[in-house]
C-alpha cells in the first residue's frame, strides 16, 4: 500500500533528551513536511524540503532539526532546547507543484516528563 | 507574507443545524484547498478549487471560491455528529511552504 508512516504512535522522554521522530513515504513524493499541533490549535510548520539534501526552516524551527538524505525519509530531532515539546507532530508529502494535495502521516504524540 | 485567515474558530451546533466556516485572504489566490482532521486523526485532504467564482458540492458540503479568488467558504448543510472536527484551508503550496493556520473547529451535539 502507498502511503505516508510515522512512528511511534507514542513516545515519551525524559526532559533534556534529544528524540528522533520518524517518518517514511512511498508516495514518490519530492516535499515533505513537518508540523506541530497543540490541544485546540492549528497546525504550525517547523520544516519543510521540496527536494532532497535541501530543507527549510518553517514558522517554529527553534529546538528543531531534520535531515533529508533521501526522497522517502524525512526524520524530525527534536532537541533540548525545545522550551515546550510535548506535542502532536504531524508530517506530511506532496508533489512539487502548486496545489497539488497532502497526505498525512497519522502523527506522533510526544509527551516529555 | 501571504496569509488566510479563517473564522470562525470555534462553531457548536445542534445536530440538524447548518454550518458555514470561511477563509479570507489578502491577496489573490491561484487555488485553495479544504481538509477535515477529525479529534486524533490527522486532516485528510477534502477538495480543490480553483476557477473564480467556483463551486463544489460533495453529498452536504459545498466548497465555493470567491469572483475575486480571495475568499472561499465551506457550507455543510443539516449537520450530523459525523461532520465533527476542524477543517483548514491552507495555502497551497506557495513558495514551497503549505500553511495551515488555525482552522474552524466544529462540535455537534446531537
Known amino acids: ?113 | 507574507g501571504q496569509q488566510v485567515m479563517q473564522i470562525p474558530q470555534y462553531q457548536h451546533v445542534q445536530e440538524g443545524e447548518d454550518f458555514t466556516t470561511y477563509c479570507n485572504s489578502s491577496t489573490t489566490l491561484s487555488n485553495i484547498q479544504w481538509y477535515k482532521q477529525r479529534p486524533g486523526g490527522h486532516p485528510v485532504f477534502l477538495i480543490q478549487l480553483v476557477k473564480s467564482g467556483e463551486v463544489k458540492k460533495q453529498k452536504r458540503l459545498t466548497f465555493q471560491f470567491g469572483e475575486a479568488k480571495k475568499n472561499s467558504s465551506l457550507h455543510i448543510t443539516a449537520t450530523q455528529t459525523t461532520d465533527v472536527g476542524t477543517y483548514f484551508c491552507p495555502l497551497g503550496n506557495q513558495g514551497g511552504k503549505l500553511i495551515f493556520g488555525q482552522g474552524t473547529e466544529l462540535s455537534v451535539k446531537p
Not at chain 1, 525524559?14 to 513537518?34: F, I, P, R
Not at chain 1, 514558522?59 to 522517502?72: F, L, M, N, P
Not at chain 1, 515539546?85 to 512539487?96: E, G, I, K, N, Q
Open chain 1, 1 to 113: 500500500d502507498g502511503g505516508i508512516t510515522q512512528s511511534p504512535k507514542y513516545l515519551f522522554r525524559k526532559e533534556g533528551q534529544n528524540v528522533t521522530l520518524s517518518c517514511e513515504q512511498n508516495l514518490n513524493h519530492d516535499a515533505m513536511y513537518w508540523y506541530r499541533q497543540d490541544p485546540g490549535q492549528g497546525l504550525r510548520l517547523i520544516y519543510y524540503s521540496q527536494i532532497v539534501n535541501d530543507f527549510q526552516k518553517g514558522d517554529i524551527a527553534e529546538g528543531y532539526s531534520v535531515s533529508r538524505e533521501k526522497k522517502e525519509s524525512f526524520p524530525l530531532t527534536v532537541t533540548s532546547a525545545q522550551k515546550n515539546p510535548t506535542a502532536f507532530y504531524l508530517c506530511a508529502s506532496s508533489f512539487r507543484q502548486v496545489g497539488t494535495e497532502a497526505f498525512f502521516g497519522q502523527g506522533t504524540r510526544l509527551t516529555v516528563v
